[in-house]
């Protein structure tokens, strides 16, 4: 446990890269600590969440598209051996005792 030996190198991002100007949600924090006579040094490390946010509706279409592939690969695979095997005709004819009529 934790004998490993990692070559690589983990590379930590310079902190003067993440600047509040531009983003509207931090500069509003901002202007309201202000206003108050208030400053918060570390409003910077709040940078990452907001740098390439596309808004809530952004995340949820991309989250959606990115289980909607592997959703629908799963359903046209389950359909195909449905198909082949005929399991759901298997199960209906066994249901209803190899009669196709509703009692």
């Given at each position: 446990m934790g004998g490993e030996h990692h070559t690589e190198k983990f590379q930590i991002p310079d902190w003067k890269q993440y600047k509040v100007d531009g983003l509207k949600n931090l500069e509003?924090?901002?202007?309201?600590?202000?206003?108050?006579?208030?400053?918060?040094p570390w409003l910077r490390n709040e940078v990452w969440r907001y740098q390439n946010w596309r808004g809530f509706g952004g995340e949820a279409l991309a989250n959606l598209a990115r289980g909607f592939k592997w959703a629908l690969g799963a359903m046209i695979i389950t359909v195909a051996v449905d198909q082949v095997f005929g399991i759901s005709k298997a199960r209906r004819a066994a249901h209803h005792g190899g009669h196709d009529e509703h009692h």
């Open positions: 509003w924090t901002r202007t309201k600590l202000a206003d108050k006579g208030l400053k918060d």
